[in-house]
């Protein structure tokens, strides 16, 4: 039987969302086997919630394996860092890669030469006539789409839309999808 082109395009979606699965349950996983290591929990302790906010920044930044650095929860507070303050420093983290992906999207504008004028237009016409909806889009996404925001903000970027309609709603989205994973991730080995 030959697959045609939508069934691969299937395939190849079903494969990724596996993929993503193995990748974020092993690292669940392994943070939870990994709080028991005396050496482990004293790096952690000594970088403390420096060593949170760097590691949600290194996760913001990774488009190739987007895992999040929530599934750590269980070694950062096996090393005595409060929940509320892990989420703090992972929302702020996630920020300022957020910020890092905006500037790359920006510099890309000044670089790329528009290949969808019409996209373009269509998006700074929006963002300039309805930025509720641009405001409501961006924190839907930060909050409940477990992907990297790099994939919203570059286009955004490319297409113009200023940094201050985006900051705060992305730190909502962030202290929102933070506080979901932090929570999920502490009390998923209660139903384990």
């Known amino acids: 039987m030959k697959l045609t082109n ?3 395009s299937i395939a190849t979606k ?3 969302f596996v993929l993503t699965a193995i990748l974020f349950g092993g690292a669940i996983i392994g943070s939870q086997l990994l709080r028991d290591n005396p050496a482990i929990l ?3 302790e000594s970088f403390g919630y420096v060593g949170v906010f760097v590691a949600a920044v290194v ?3 990774s488009v190739a394996a987007p895992i999040p650095a929530a599934t750590l929860t269980p070694l950062f507070t096996a090393a005595g860092l409060t929940v509320p303050a892990i989420i703090f420093f992972l929302a702020l983290g996630t920020l300022v890669a957020d910020t890092i992906g905006y500037a790359i999207g920006r510099l890309g504008r000044s ?4 290949g969808h004028p019409r996209m373009q ?4 016409r929006i963002a300039n006539q309805h930025p509720a909806f641009i405001i409501l889009f961006v924190t839907g996404y930060a909050a409940l789409i477990p ?3 790099e994939l919203i903000l570059i286009p955004l970027a490319l297409c113009g839309v200023s940094w201050r309609l985006l900051i705060i709603p992305l730190l909502v989205g962030a202290l929102i999808i933070q506080t979901l994973l932090v929570t ?3 009390l998923l080995p209660t139903f384990i």
Do not use: A, D
């Open 6 to 8: 939508h069934h691969k």
């Open 14 to 16: 079903i494969t990724l």
């Open 42 to 44: 004293t790096v952690i």
């Open 59 to 61: 996760s913001g930044l």
């Open 111 to 114: 670089v790329i030469p528009s």
């Open 121 to 124: 237009q269509f998006t700074e």
């Open 147 to 149: 992907l990297p925001n």
């Open 184 to 186: 999920g991730v502490s």
